[in-house]
């Protein structure tokens, strides 16, 4: 069976390199950012995948090259078994439409996502324009409809995004994602910059339209609850790489790679007068632009053997449904 | 706060500035001294009754604040007095050089605008390219050029060496061009406005250039992008209305110092405006003219201010009136 959305080898390195003057005066003079290594992964029609990870690991950086809007330097992104990187950059407008209109973003920060003079209903315009030009007299019903499904008055439509709250916004920048009817939404910590109070109601919004349009996710975020509540499969990112990946609840049930096992044990427990198990993260994270040999993990890890030193691990098959990255899983 | 409130409040300041100008405008030139004094004392044969008779003819005896509120009272009846040097009432003046400055400036705005707009668009869509390296070092060399220098290499290049262009003036003494008071105009007029046009666009092309480079990389552009809208709709309507707002500022600048950039150019060109009208007056202490000047630039700037505050609320929503 050939996946919705299939990532093989993704890669995108940045190049630091100071310009002018500023190169006499630095220590560093260039370097590589390994924003990210070697990425695989698979998303069926109508799952979720979780991509955690701290910081910095390029998990915007992937989201964004799947989608062309940041130039990969090497890999495949199979939607439908059909590599379509070389679609969105080529010259084929019509094929280039037809990709981006069964993938869609949503960005993390809906302060930023939506231009300031613009209404919400010319923002949701804006995708009708590109991939339902010919039906321009249903556009308003559209956006209606729209506004409704993600839990928005249709006559707010008139308003201005300051006039709206986070969690608002949050709403129309799904919205604008769901225009089009996508079949895979890339959702880049589309809650970590709302209130807490906020966050479960985007995260029951975007469980329930996944229900009634039956949606592929790639929920990426930091936090493992979140993550755990919405998917049905978890990939772990650290510098670049995939250091885990599977099934949600196995590896939510046994973790075998440490950084996973950390991060799982870090997650805060309700419940009063719980025995604190957590493994703490040691050692200061390191920059994705020297990113130690081995095991990119060593130097935080307890388990840590010689070899975690010198081999880079590779995914091998931990379960029925997982596979991690580790010289000596737990 | 509603609309008409705050016109009102902004229409009230401005008053409010222009008469705060125009006292210190008129305790200024008092202060210089009584003008018929200085410039006749020295002429042979002028007595001390002819400068007194002088004086009360241009209103120059009495106290200071009965001056300064019959001086009030005509400018706002558009009455500037008579002109010391010209003998001619100076509002005839101030419109007949006004409107030749303002046949130099507001083509050079326009197509300033214009040029910098096309240049920042370019630079900014090819980032760190060679065009963007041409538009940027030629925007920075114009920057820092003095305007008269480029004034004078242009009427060294196309009056002197090439012979194509007038190199003075408003109109010609005598062969009128191709025998036509329109065309003989408007080939006076290329090389100033060129002078003018090079000054205005090296700034706004920078800033043009800059601002949008901001706003391409915000992430509702990114979100066009994702639509798959075309290069040309997402910069020219998603980016450009955002990026030019930084531009407003500079160009209302320009339209109320106008007169900051009419003297250099109108001296240059030898042009009769409103600039050259100006440093002749000051020259002669011509005090009704300076007087009328002086006002005339304050009005615009203070317009200008107006107008592009009012700019702002109309292209920017999230600007609270107040
Ligand atoms: N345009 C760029 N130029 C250079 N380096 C970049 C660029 N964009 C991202 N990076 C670097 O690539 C790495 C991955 O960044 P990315 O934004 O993908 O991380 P992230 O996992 O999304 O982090 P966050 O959780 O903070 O959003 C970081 O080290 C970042 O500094
Ligand atoms: S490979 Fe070694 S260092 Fe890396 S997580 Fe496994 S045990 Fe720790
Ligand atoms: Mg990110």
Redesign the interface.
């Known amino acids: 069976m050939t996946a919705l959305l299939e990532v093989r080898g993704l890669r995108k390195h940045y190049r630091a390199v100071r310009r002018g003057l500023r190169r006499l005066f630095a220590r560093q003079q260039t370097g590589t950012v390994r924003a990210v290594d070697d990425v695989s992964f698979v998303l069926q029609a109508g799952q979720t995948l979780g991509l955690v990870g701290e910081s910095g690991c390029g998990k915007t950086t992937t989201a964004r090259s799947i989608l062309d809007l940041v130039r990969a330097d090497a890999g495949e992104v199979r939607l439908d078994g059909q590599d379509v990187r070389p679609v969105l950059a080529g010259t084929d407008r019509a094929a280039m439409l037809a990709v981006r209109r069964r993938m869609q973003y949503v960005f993390q920060d809906p302060y930023l996502s939506l231009n300031p003079r613009w209404t919400i209903n010319e923002a949701l315009r804006e995708p009708l324009r590109v991939h339902a030009p010919q039906h321009q007299r249903d556009w308003g019903d559209r956006i209606a409809t729209l506004l409704e499904r993600v839990g928005l008055e249709p006559r707010n439509g008139v308003r201005y995004p300051h006039e709206f709250s986070g969690g608002q916004r949050q709403r129309v920048g799904i919205a604008r994602a769901l225009a089009v009817e996508p079949d895979v939404v890339l959702l880049d910590e589309p809650v970590s910059s709302l209130d807490i109070s906020v966050r479960s109601q985007i995260l029951n919004l975007l469980a329930a339209l996944q229900d009634q349009l039956s949606v592929a996710y790639l929920y990426i975020s930091h936090d493992l609850s979140s993550v755990r509540f919405i998917s049905t499969h978890v990939a772990v990112m650290y510098l670049g790489r995939i250091v885990e990946i599977g099934a949600v609840d196995e590896i939510f049930a046994r973790p075998r790679h440490h950084y996973t096992a950390a991060l799982i044990s870090a997650i805060p427990v309700p419940s009063p007068g719980a025995v604190d198990q957590r493994v703490h993260l040691r050692g200061e994270v390191p920059s994705a632009m020297n990113r130690p040999a081995g095991c990119p993990f060593h130097p935080r890890c307890a388990a840590a053997l010689p070899i975690c030193r010198e081999q880079v691990p590779v995914l091998q098959p931990m379960g029925p449904n997982t596979q991690a990255a580790c010289h000596n899983p737990a | 706060m509603g609309a008409l409130r705050f016109l009102l409040r902004r229409l009230a300041f401005s008053a409010a500035l222009i008469l705060g100008v125009s006292f210190i405008l008129f305790a200024l030139i008092n202060a210089i001294g009584n003008p018929i004094q200085i410039l006749l004392s020295e002429t042979p044969g002028v007595s001390e009754e002819m400068i007194a008779t002088l004086s009360r003819y241009y209103g120059l005896d009495g106290n200071f604040i009965d001056r300064y509120g019959a001086w009030l009272w005509s400018i706002v009846h558009f009455d500037f007095g008579t002109s010391i040097i010209y003998n001619q009432p100076v509002g005839e003046l101030l419109e007949v050089y006004g409107l030749e400055t303002l046949k130099l400036q507001l083509p050079a705005i326009l197509l300033s605008t214009l040029i910098a707009t096309a240049a920042g668009v370019i630079a900014a869509m090819r980032q760190h390219g060679w065009a963007d390296f041409s538009i940027v070092s030629s925007a920075m060399l114009g920057h820092s050029l003095p305007g008269f220098l480029v004034g004078i290499v242009l009427i060294l290049i196309f009056s002197y060496w090439l012979g194509v262009l007038p190199s003075y003036g408003a109109y010609s003494t005598r062969n009128l061009m191709m025998g036509s008071m329109v065309i003989d105009g408007l080939w006076h007029m290329v090389l100033p406005v060129a002078m003018l046009t090079v000054f205005n666009t090296a700034t706004l092309t920078l800033l043009m250039r800059s601002s949008l480079v901001d706003v391409l990389r ?3 552009i ?9 290069a040309r709709r997402v910069v020219l309507h ?1 980016a450009l ?2 990026a030019f707002i930084p531009q407003l500022t500079y160009l209302g600048t320009l339209f109320g110092l106008m007169l900051g950039t009419a003297p250099v150019t109108e001296t240059v060109f030898t042009w009769p405006g409103l600039g050259a009208l100006y440093i002749t007056a000051i020259h002669q202490l011509d005090y009704p003219v300076i007087m009328g000047v002086t006002m005339v630039i304050t009005v615009m700037l203070v317009v200008a201010t107006l107008l592009t505050d009012i700019a702002y609320v109309v ?4 600007i609270r009136l107040g």
């Open positions: 915000q992430d509702y990114t979100a066009a992008w994702a639509s798959g809208l075309p998603h209305r955002n292209i920017d929503p999230r």
